[in-house]
Each structure stands twice: as structure tokens, then as C-alpha cells.
């Protein structure tokens, strides 16, 4: 089994920054794609960003040219710097991860093998 544990979120205002990190421990040697999704009150939770162990990358277009997914697969740890940040960016961001190499599979929300307990980000105005 494969645990995902978040760290990073917190309460900033709009246009600041944050740092999310996510490890995995367990039986992490057979991931290979990592991401974040993120879940905002009374709504789907969705894909922010993702990231294979040979380095494709799908961002969602809401995020794209202020969130940046980095990883480091030694260390099975994943990285999501969000930059510019929004009301809108408010939610519980969900760390993921896939055994399979596929940028596609890990950002298909129902193809995700295994997540984390979900960080909260909380955007003020």
C-alpha cells in the first residue's frame, strides 16, 4: 500500500504564494506519475496538475502560467508552487498518484490509484 501525506497549505491573501509537498511512502516504488487535484465547496473536485516520472506535464488551464508541478521520483515527492493566487483557488488540494506511466491516466480523476488526505488553501481577498 502507498501513503501520500500533504503538507504546505495554509491562509494567504489574493496575488500571494504557497508551497505544497507531498511524499509517498509504503510500497512507493512502483509510482509513476504523480499530481494534485483540488476540491472546492459543493463542487467536482478536479485536476490542477500532474507529472510523470519521465517528465510529461498536464496543467489544467485555470492554473496555467502561475502554478508550476515539480518532482523529485528519488524521492517519490511531488511539488505544487502556486504563484498569483485567487479567491477562486480556494479548496482542499488532493495529492495523487498512479502506478501507470500515462500523463492521461493520472488526470482522469477515476484512474487515480492513490491519494492523499487533501491539504486546505484558503485565498483571501
Known amino acids: 500500500q502507498v501513503q501520500l501525506v500533504e503538507s504546505g497549505g495554509g491562509l494567504v491573501q489574493t496575488g500571494g504564494s504557497l508551497r505544497l509537498s507531498c511524499a509517498a511512502s509504503g510500497s512507493s516504488f512502483n509510482i509513476n506519475a504523480m499530481g494534485w487535484y483540488r476540491q472546492a465547496p459543493g463542487k467536482q473536485r478536479e485536476l490542477v496538475a500532474a507529472r510523470t516520472r519521465i517528465g510529461l506535464i498536464n496543467y489544467a488551464d485555470s492554473v496555467k502560467g502561475r502554478f508550476t508541478i515539480s518532482g523529485d521520483y528519488a524521492k517519490n515527492t511531488v511539488y505544487l508552487q502556486m504563484n498569483s493566487l485567487k479567491s477562486e483557488d480556494t479548496a482542499v488540494y488532493y495529492c495523487?498518484?498512479?502506478?501507470?506511466?500515462?500523463?492521461?491516466?493520472?488526470?482522469?480523476?477515476?484512474?487515480?490509484?492513490?491519494w492523499g488526505q487533501g491539504t486546505q488553501v484558503t485565498v483571501s481577498s
Open positions: 495523487a498518484a498512479d502506478r501507470d506511466l500515462s500523463i492521461s491516466r493520472i488526470s482522469r480523476l477515476a484512474m487515480v490509484d492513490y
